[in-house]
């Protein structure tokens, strides 16, 4: 393995390098047009990408992020429907499941025996009531996956922002990954319930972990992580 840094809305791979791309909590960091572009661009035709990401229709959460400014960045801008538009116009198919709403209750709760059973039960009421239209746009996160990538797409002129941007990690040596992996690996991100998540310090650079031979035809995976002053969201 070797490590390898570049600018995650201009990696520098080849096209259709890609099978899998893992990202969490770095969207709201970058030019959106830039990062599905180069998403689109590098993952192979029959390509995902599994994200999570936080939104900002709730106004109750929404007023606790102006409450707590120092807990993350100025720059993010938080994903809102109008966001999954955007993708639309770099992706084919978009596939979404939402996450803590009524769960959120259980946090003031965290440091006692009754915070396990009480967030089961009102995880369960979220998998639920996040099934309704309207209701699922109210959650803290959502987990989604973007396939059927659309080359050379063209959406609005992309302008670059004056934001660090994110960081993705990049592994082109899983040469018999399972065919469960994605699956996996979207299960483990869907379950997280981050309600500590640490303060990190910023990068406007991406760390790429690839293989020696990096023309290699196996399975490749991509992971793209949140700039490091990120913060919450």
Known sequence: MMDRKADAEATGFSDNRFDIITEYGSLHHVDLHLA?????????????????????????????????????????????????????????????????????????????????????????????????????????????????????????????TACGRAGMTCGTDLKAAPASWASSQSSVIAKRLDVGQRKRSPSSLIELKASADDGGEGTGACHIDAPSTAGRS
């Open 36 to 160: 599905f572009a180069e998403m689109a661009r590098v993952l192979k035709p029959d390509g995902k990408a599994i994200c999570q990401e936080a939104l900002a229709h709730n106004l109750l959460i929404h007023a606790y992020r102006r409450l707590t400014p120092k807990l993350r960045t100025p720059f993010g801008h938080i994903l809102r429907r109008s966001s999954f538009k955007i993708a639309e116009s770099y992706f084919g198919r978009i596939e979404m499941k939402f996450f803590h709403l009524f769960s959120l209750f259980a946090v003031p709760f965290r440091n006692i025996p009754l915070f396990g059973p009480l967030l089961a039960v009102l995880e369960l009421l979220d998998d639920v009531m996040l099934r309704v239209p309207r209701l699922k746009w109210q959650a803290w996160q959502t987990v989604f996956v973007l396939s059927e990538p659309r080359k050379n797409a063209t959406g609005a002129t992309p302008r670059r």
